[in-house]
């Protein structure tokens, strides 16, 4: 069975669903990487508010999945708690360099976007990846043995135009 994906923003204690963004608002796949590309609308959405003036700049994020583990002391996942009485659908999209730098602000790291390996043509972006819960317990999820996916997963994240000062620079190699 494959394993659905919904990006959430989270609530300060990183436990609650503030919103969450919908894959088929925006005629893409729900699986991890149906939409796990440069130039996807869908996860340019999602930048979209991560960027400074946007809703959800420095805010913790995960791309939650229906496989992920539940929550301690509940019976369902922040996949589950993505409800339609909190979802967002932003207008906006983040689909050149301008903003090339996304950033962890928990543990003070950076991946610049315009340094993605390419395959055939082909990009896989970093933020789904990088903050994907469940990752490997369904098709159409990434397969390779990086131990950097999920790994940001309800950190504080942000989408900047500048290379954060006093931040590390990973490399963000995962290919498909």
């Not at 990006?7 to 609650?16: A, N, V």
């Not at 699986?31 to 959405?45: D, I, R, T």
């Not at 019976?75 to 339609?84: F, P, V």
């Amino acid at each position: 069975m494959g394993q659905y994906y919904k990006p959430c923003f989270l609530d300060k204690d990183k436990k609650e669903v503030k919103t969450w963004v919908y894959s088929h608002d925006y005629d893409s796949g729900l699986k991890l990487m149906e939409h796990s590309w440069f130039l996807n609308e869908f996860v340019g959405a999602v930048e979209s508010q991560l960027i400074p003036g946007g809703k959800y700049h420095k805010t913790p994020i995960v791309w939650a999945g229906d496989y992920a583990d539940e929550e301690e002391g509940t019976k369902i996942n922040l996949y589950d708690k993505a409800t339609d009485k909190n979802k967002l659908n932003p207008k906006g999209t983040v689909l050149d360099d301008t903003y090339r730098y996304i950033v962890n602000h928990d543990k003070k790291l950076y991946v610049d976007k315009t340094k993605i390996a390419n395959n055939d043509g082909w990009r896989i972006h970093p933020l789904p990846l990088l903050t994907c819960e469940g990752n490997g317990r369904g098709g159409g999820d990434y397969r390779g043995e990086e131990p950097i996916v999920g790994s940001w997963a309800r950190d504080v994240i942000s989408v900047e135009s500048e290379m954060p000062k006093d931040y590390d620079e990973i490399l963000f190699t995962c290919v498909e």
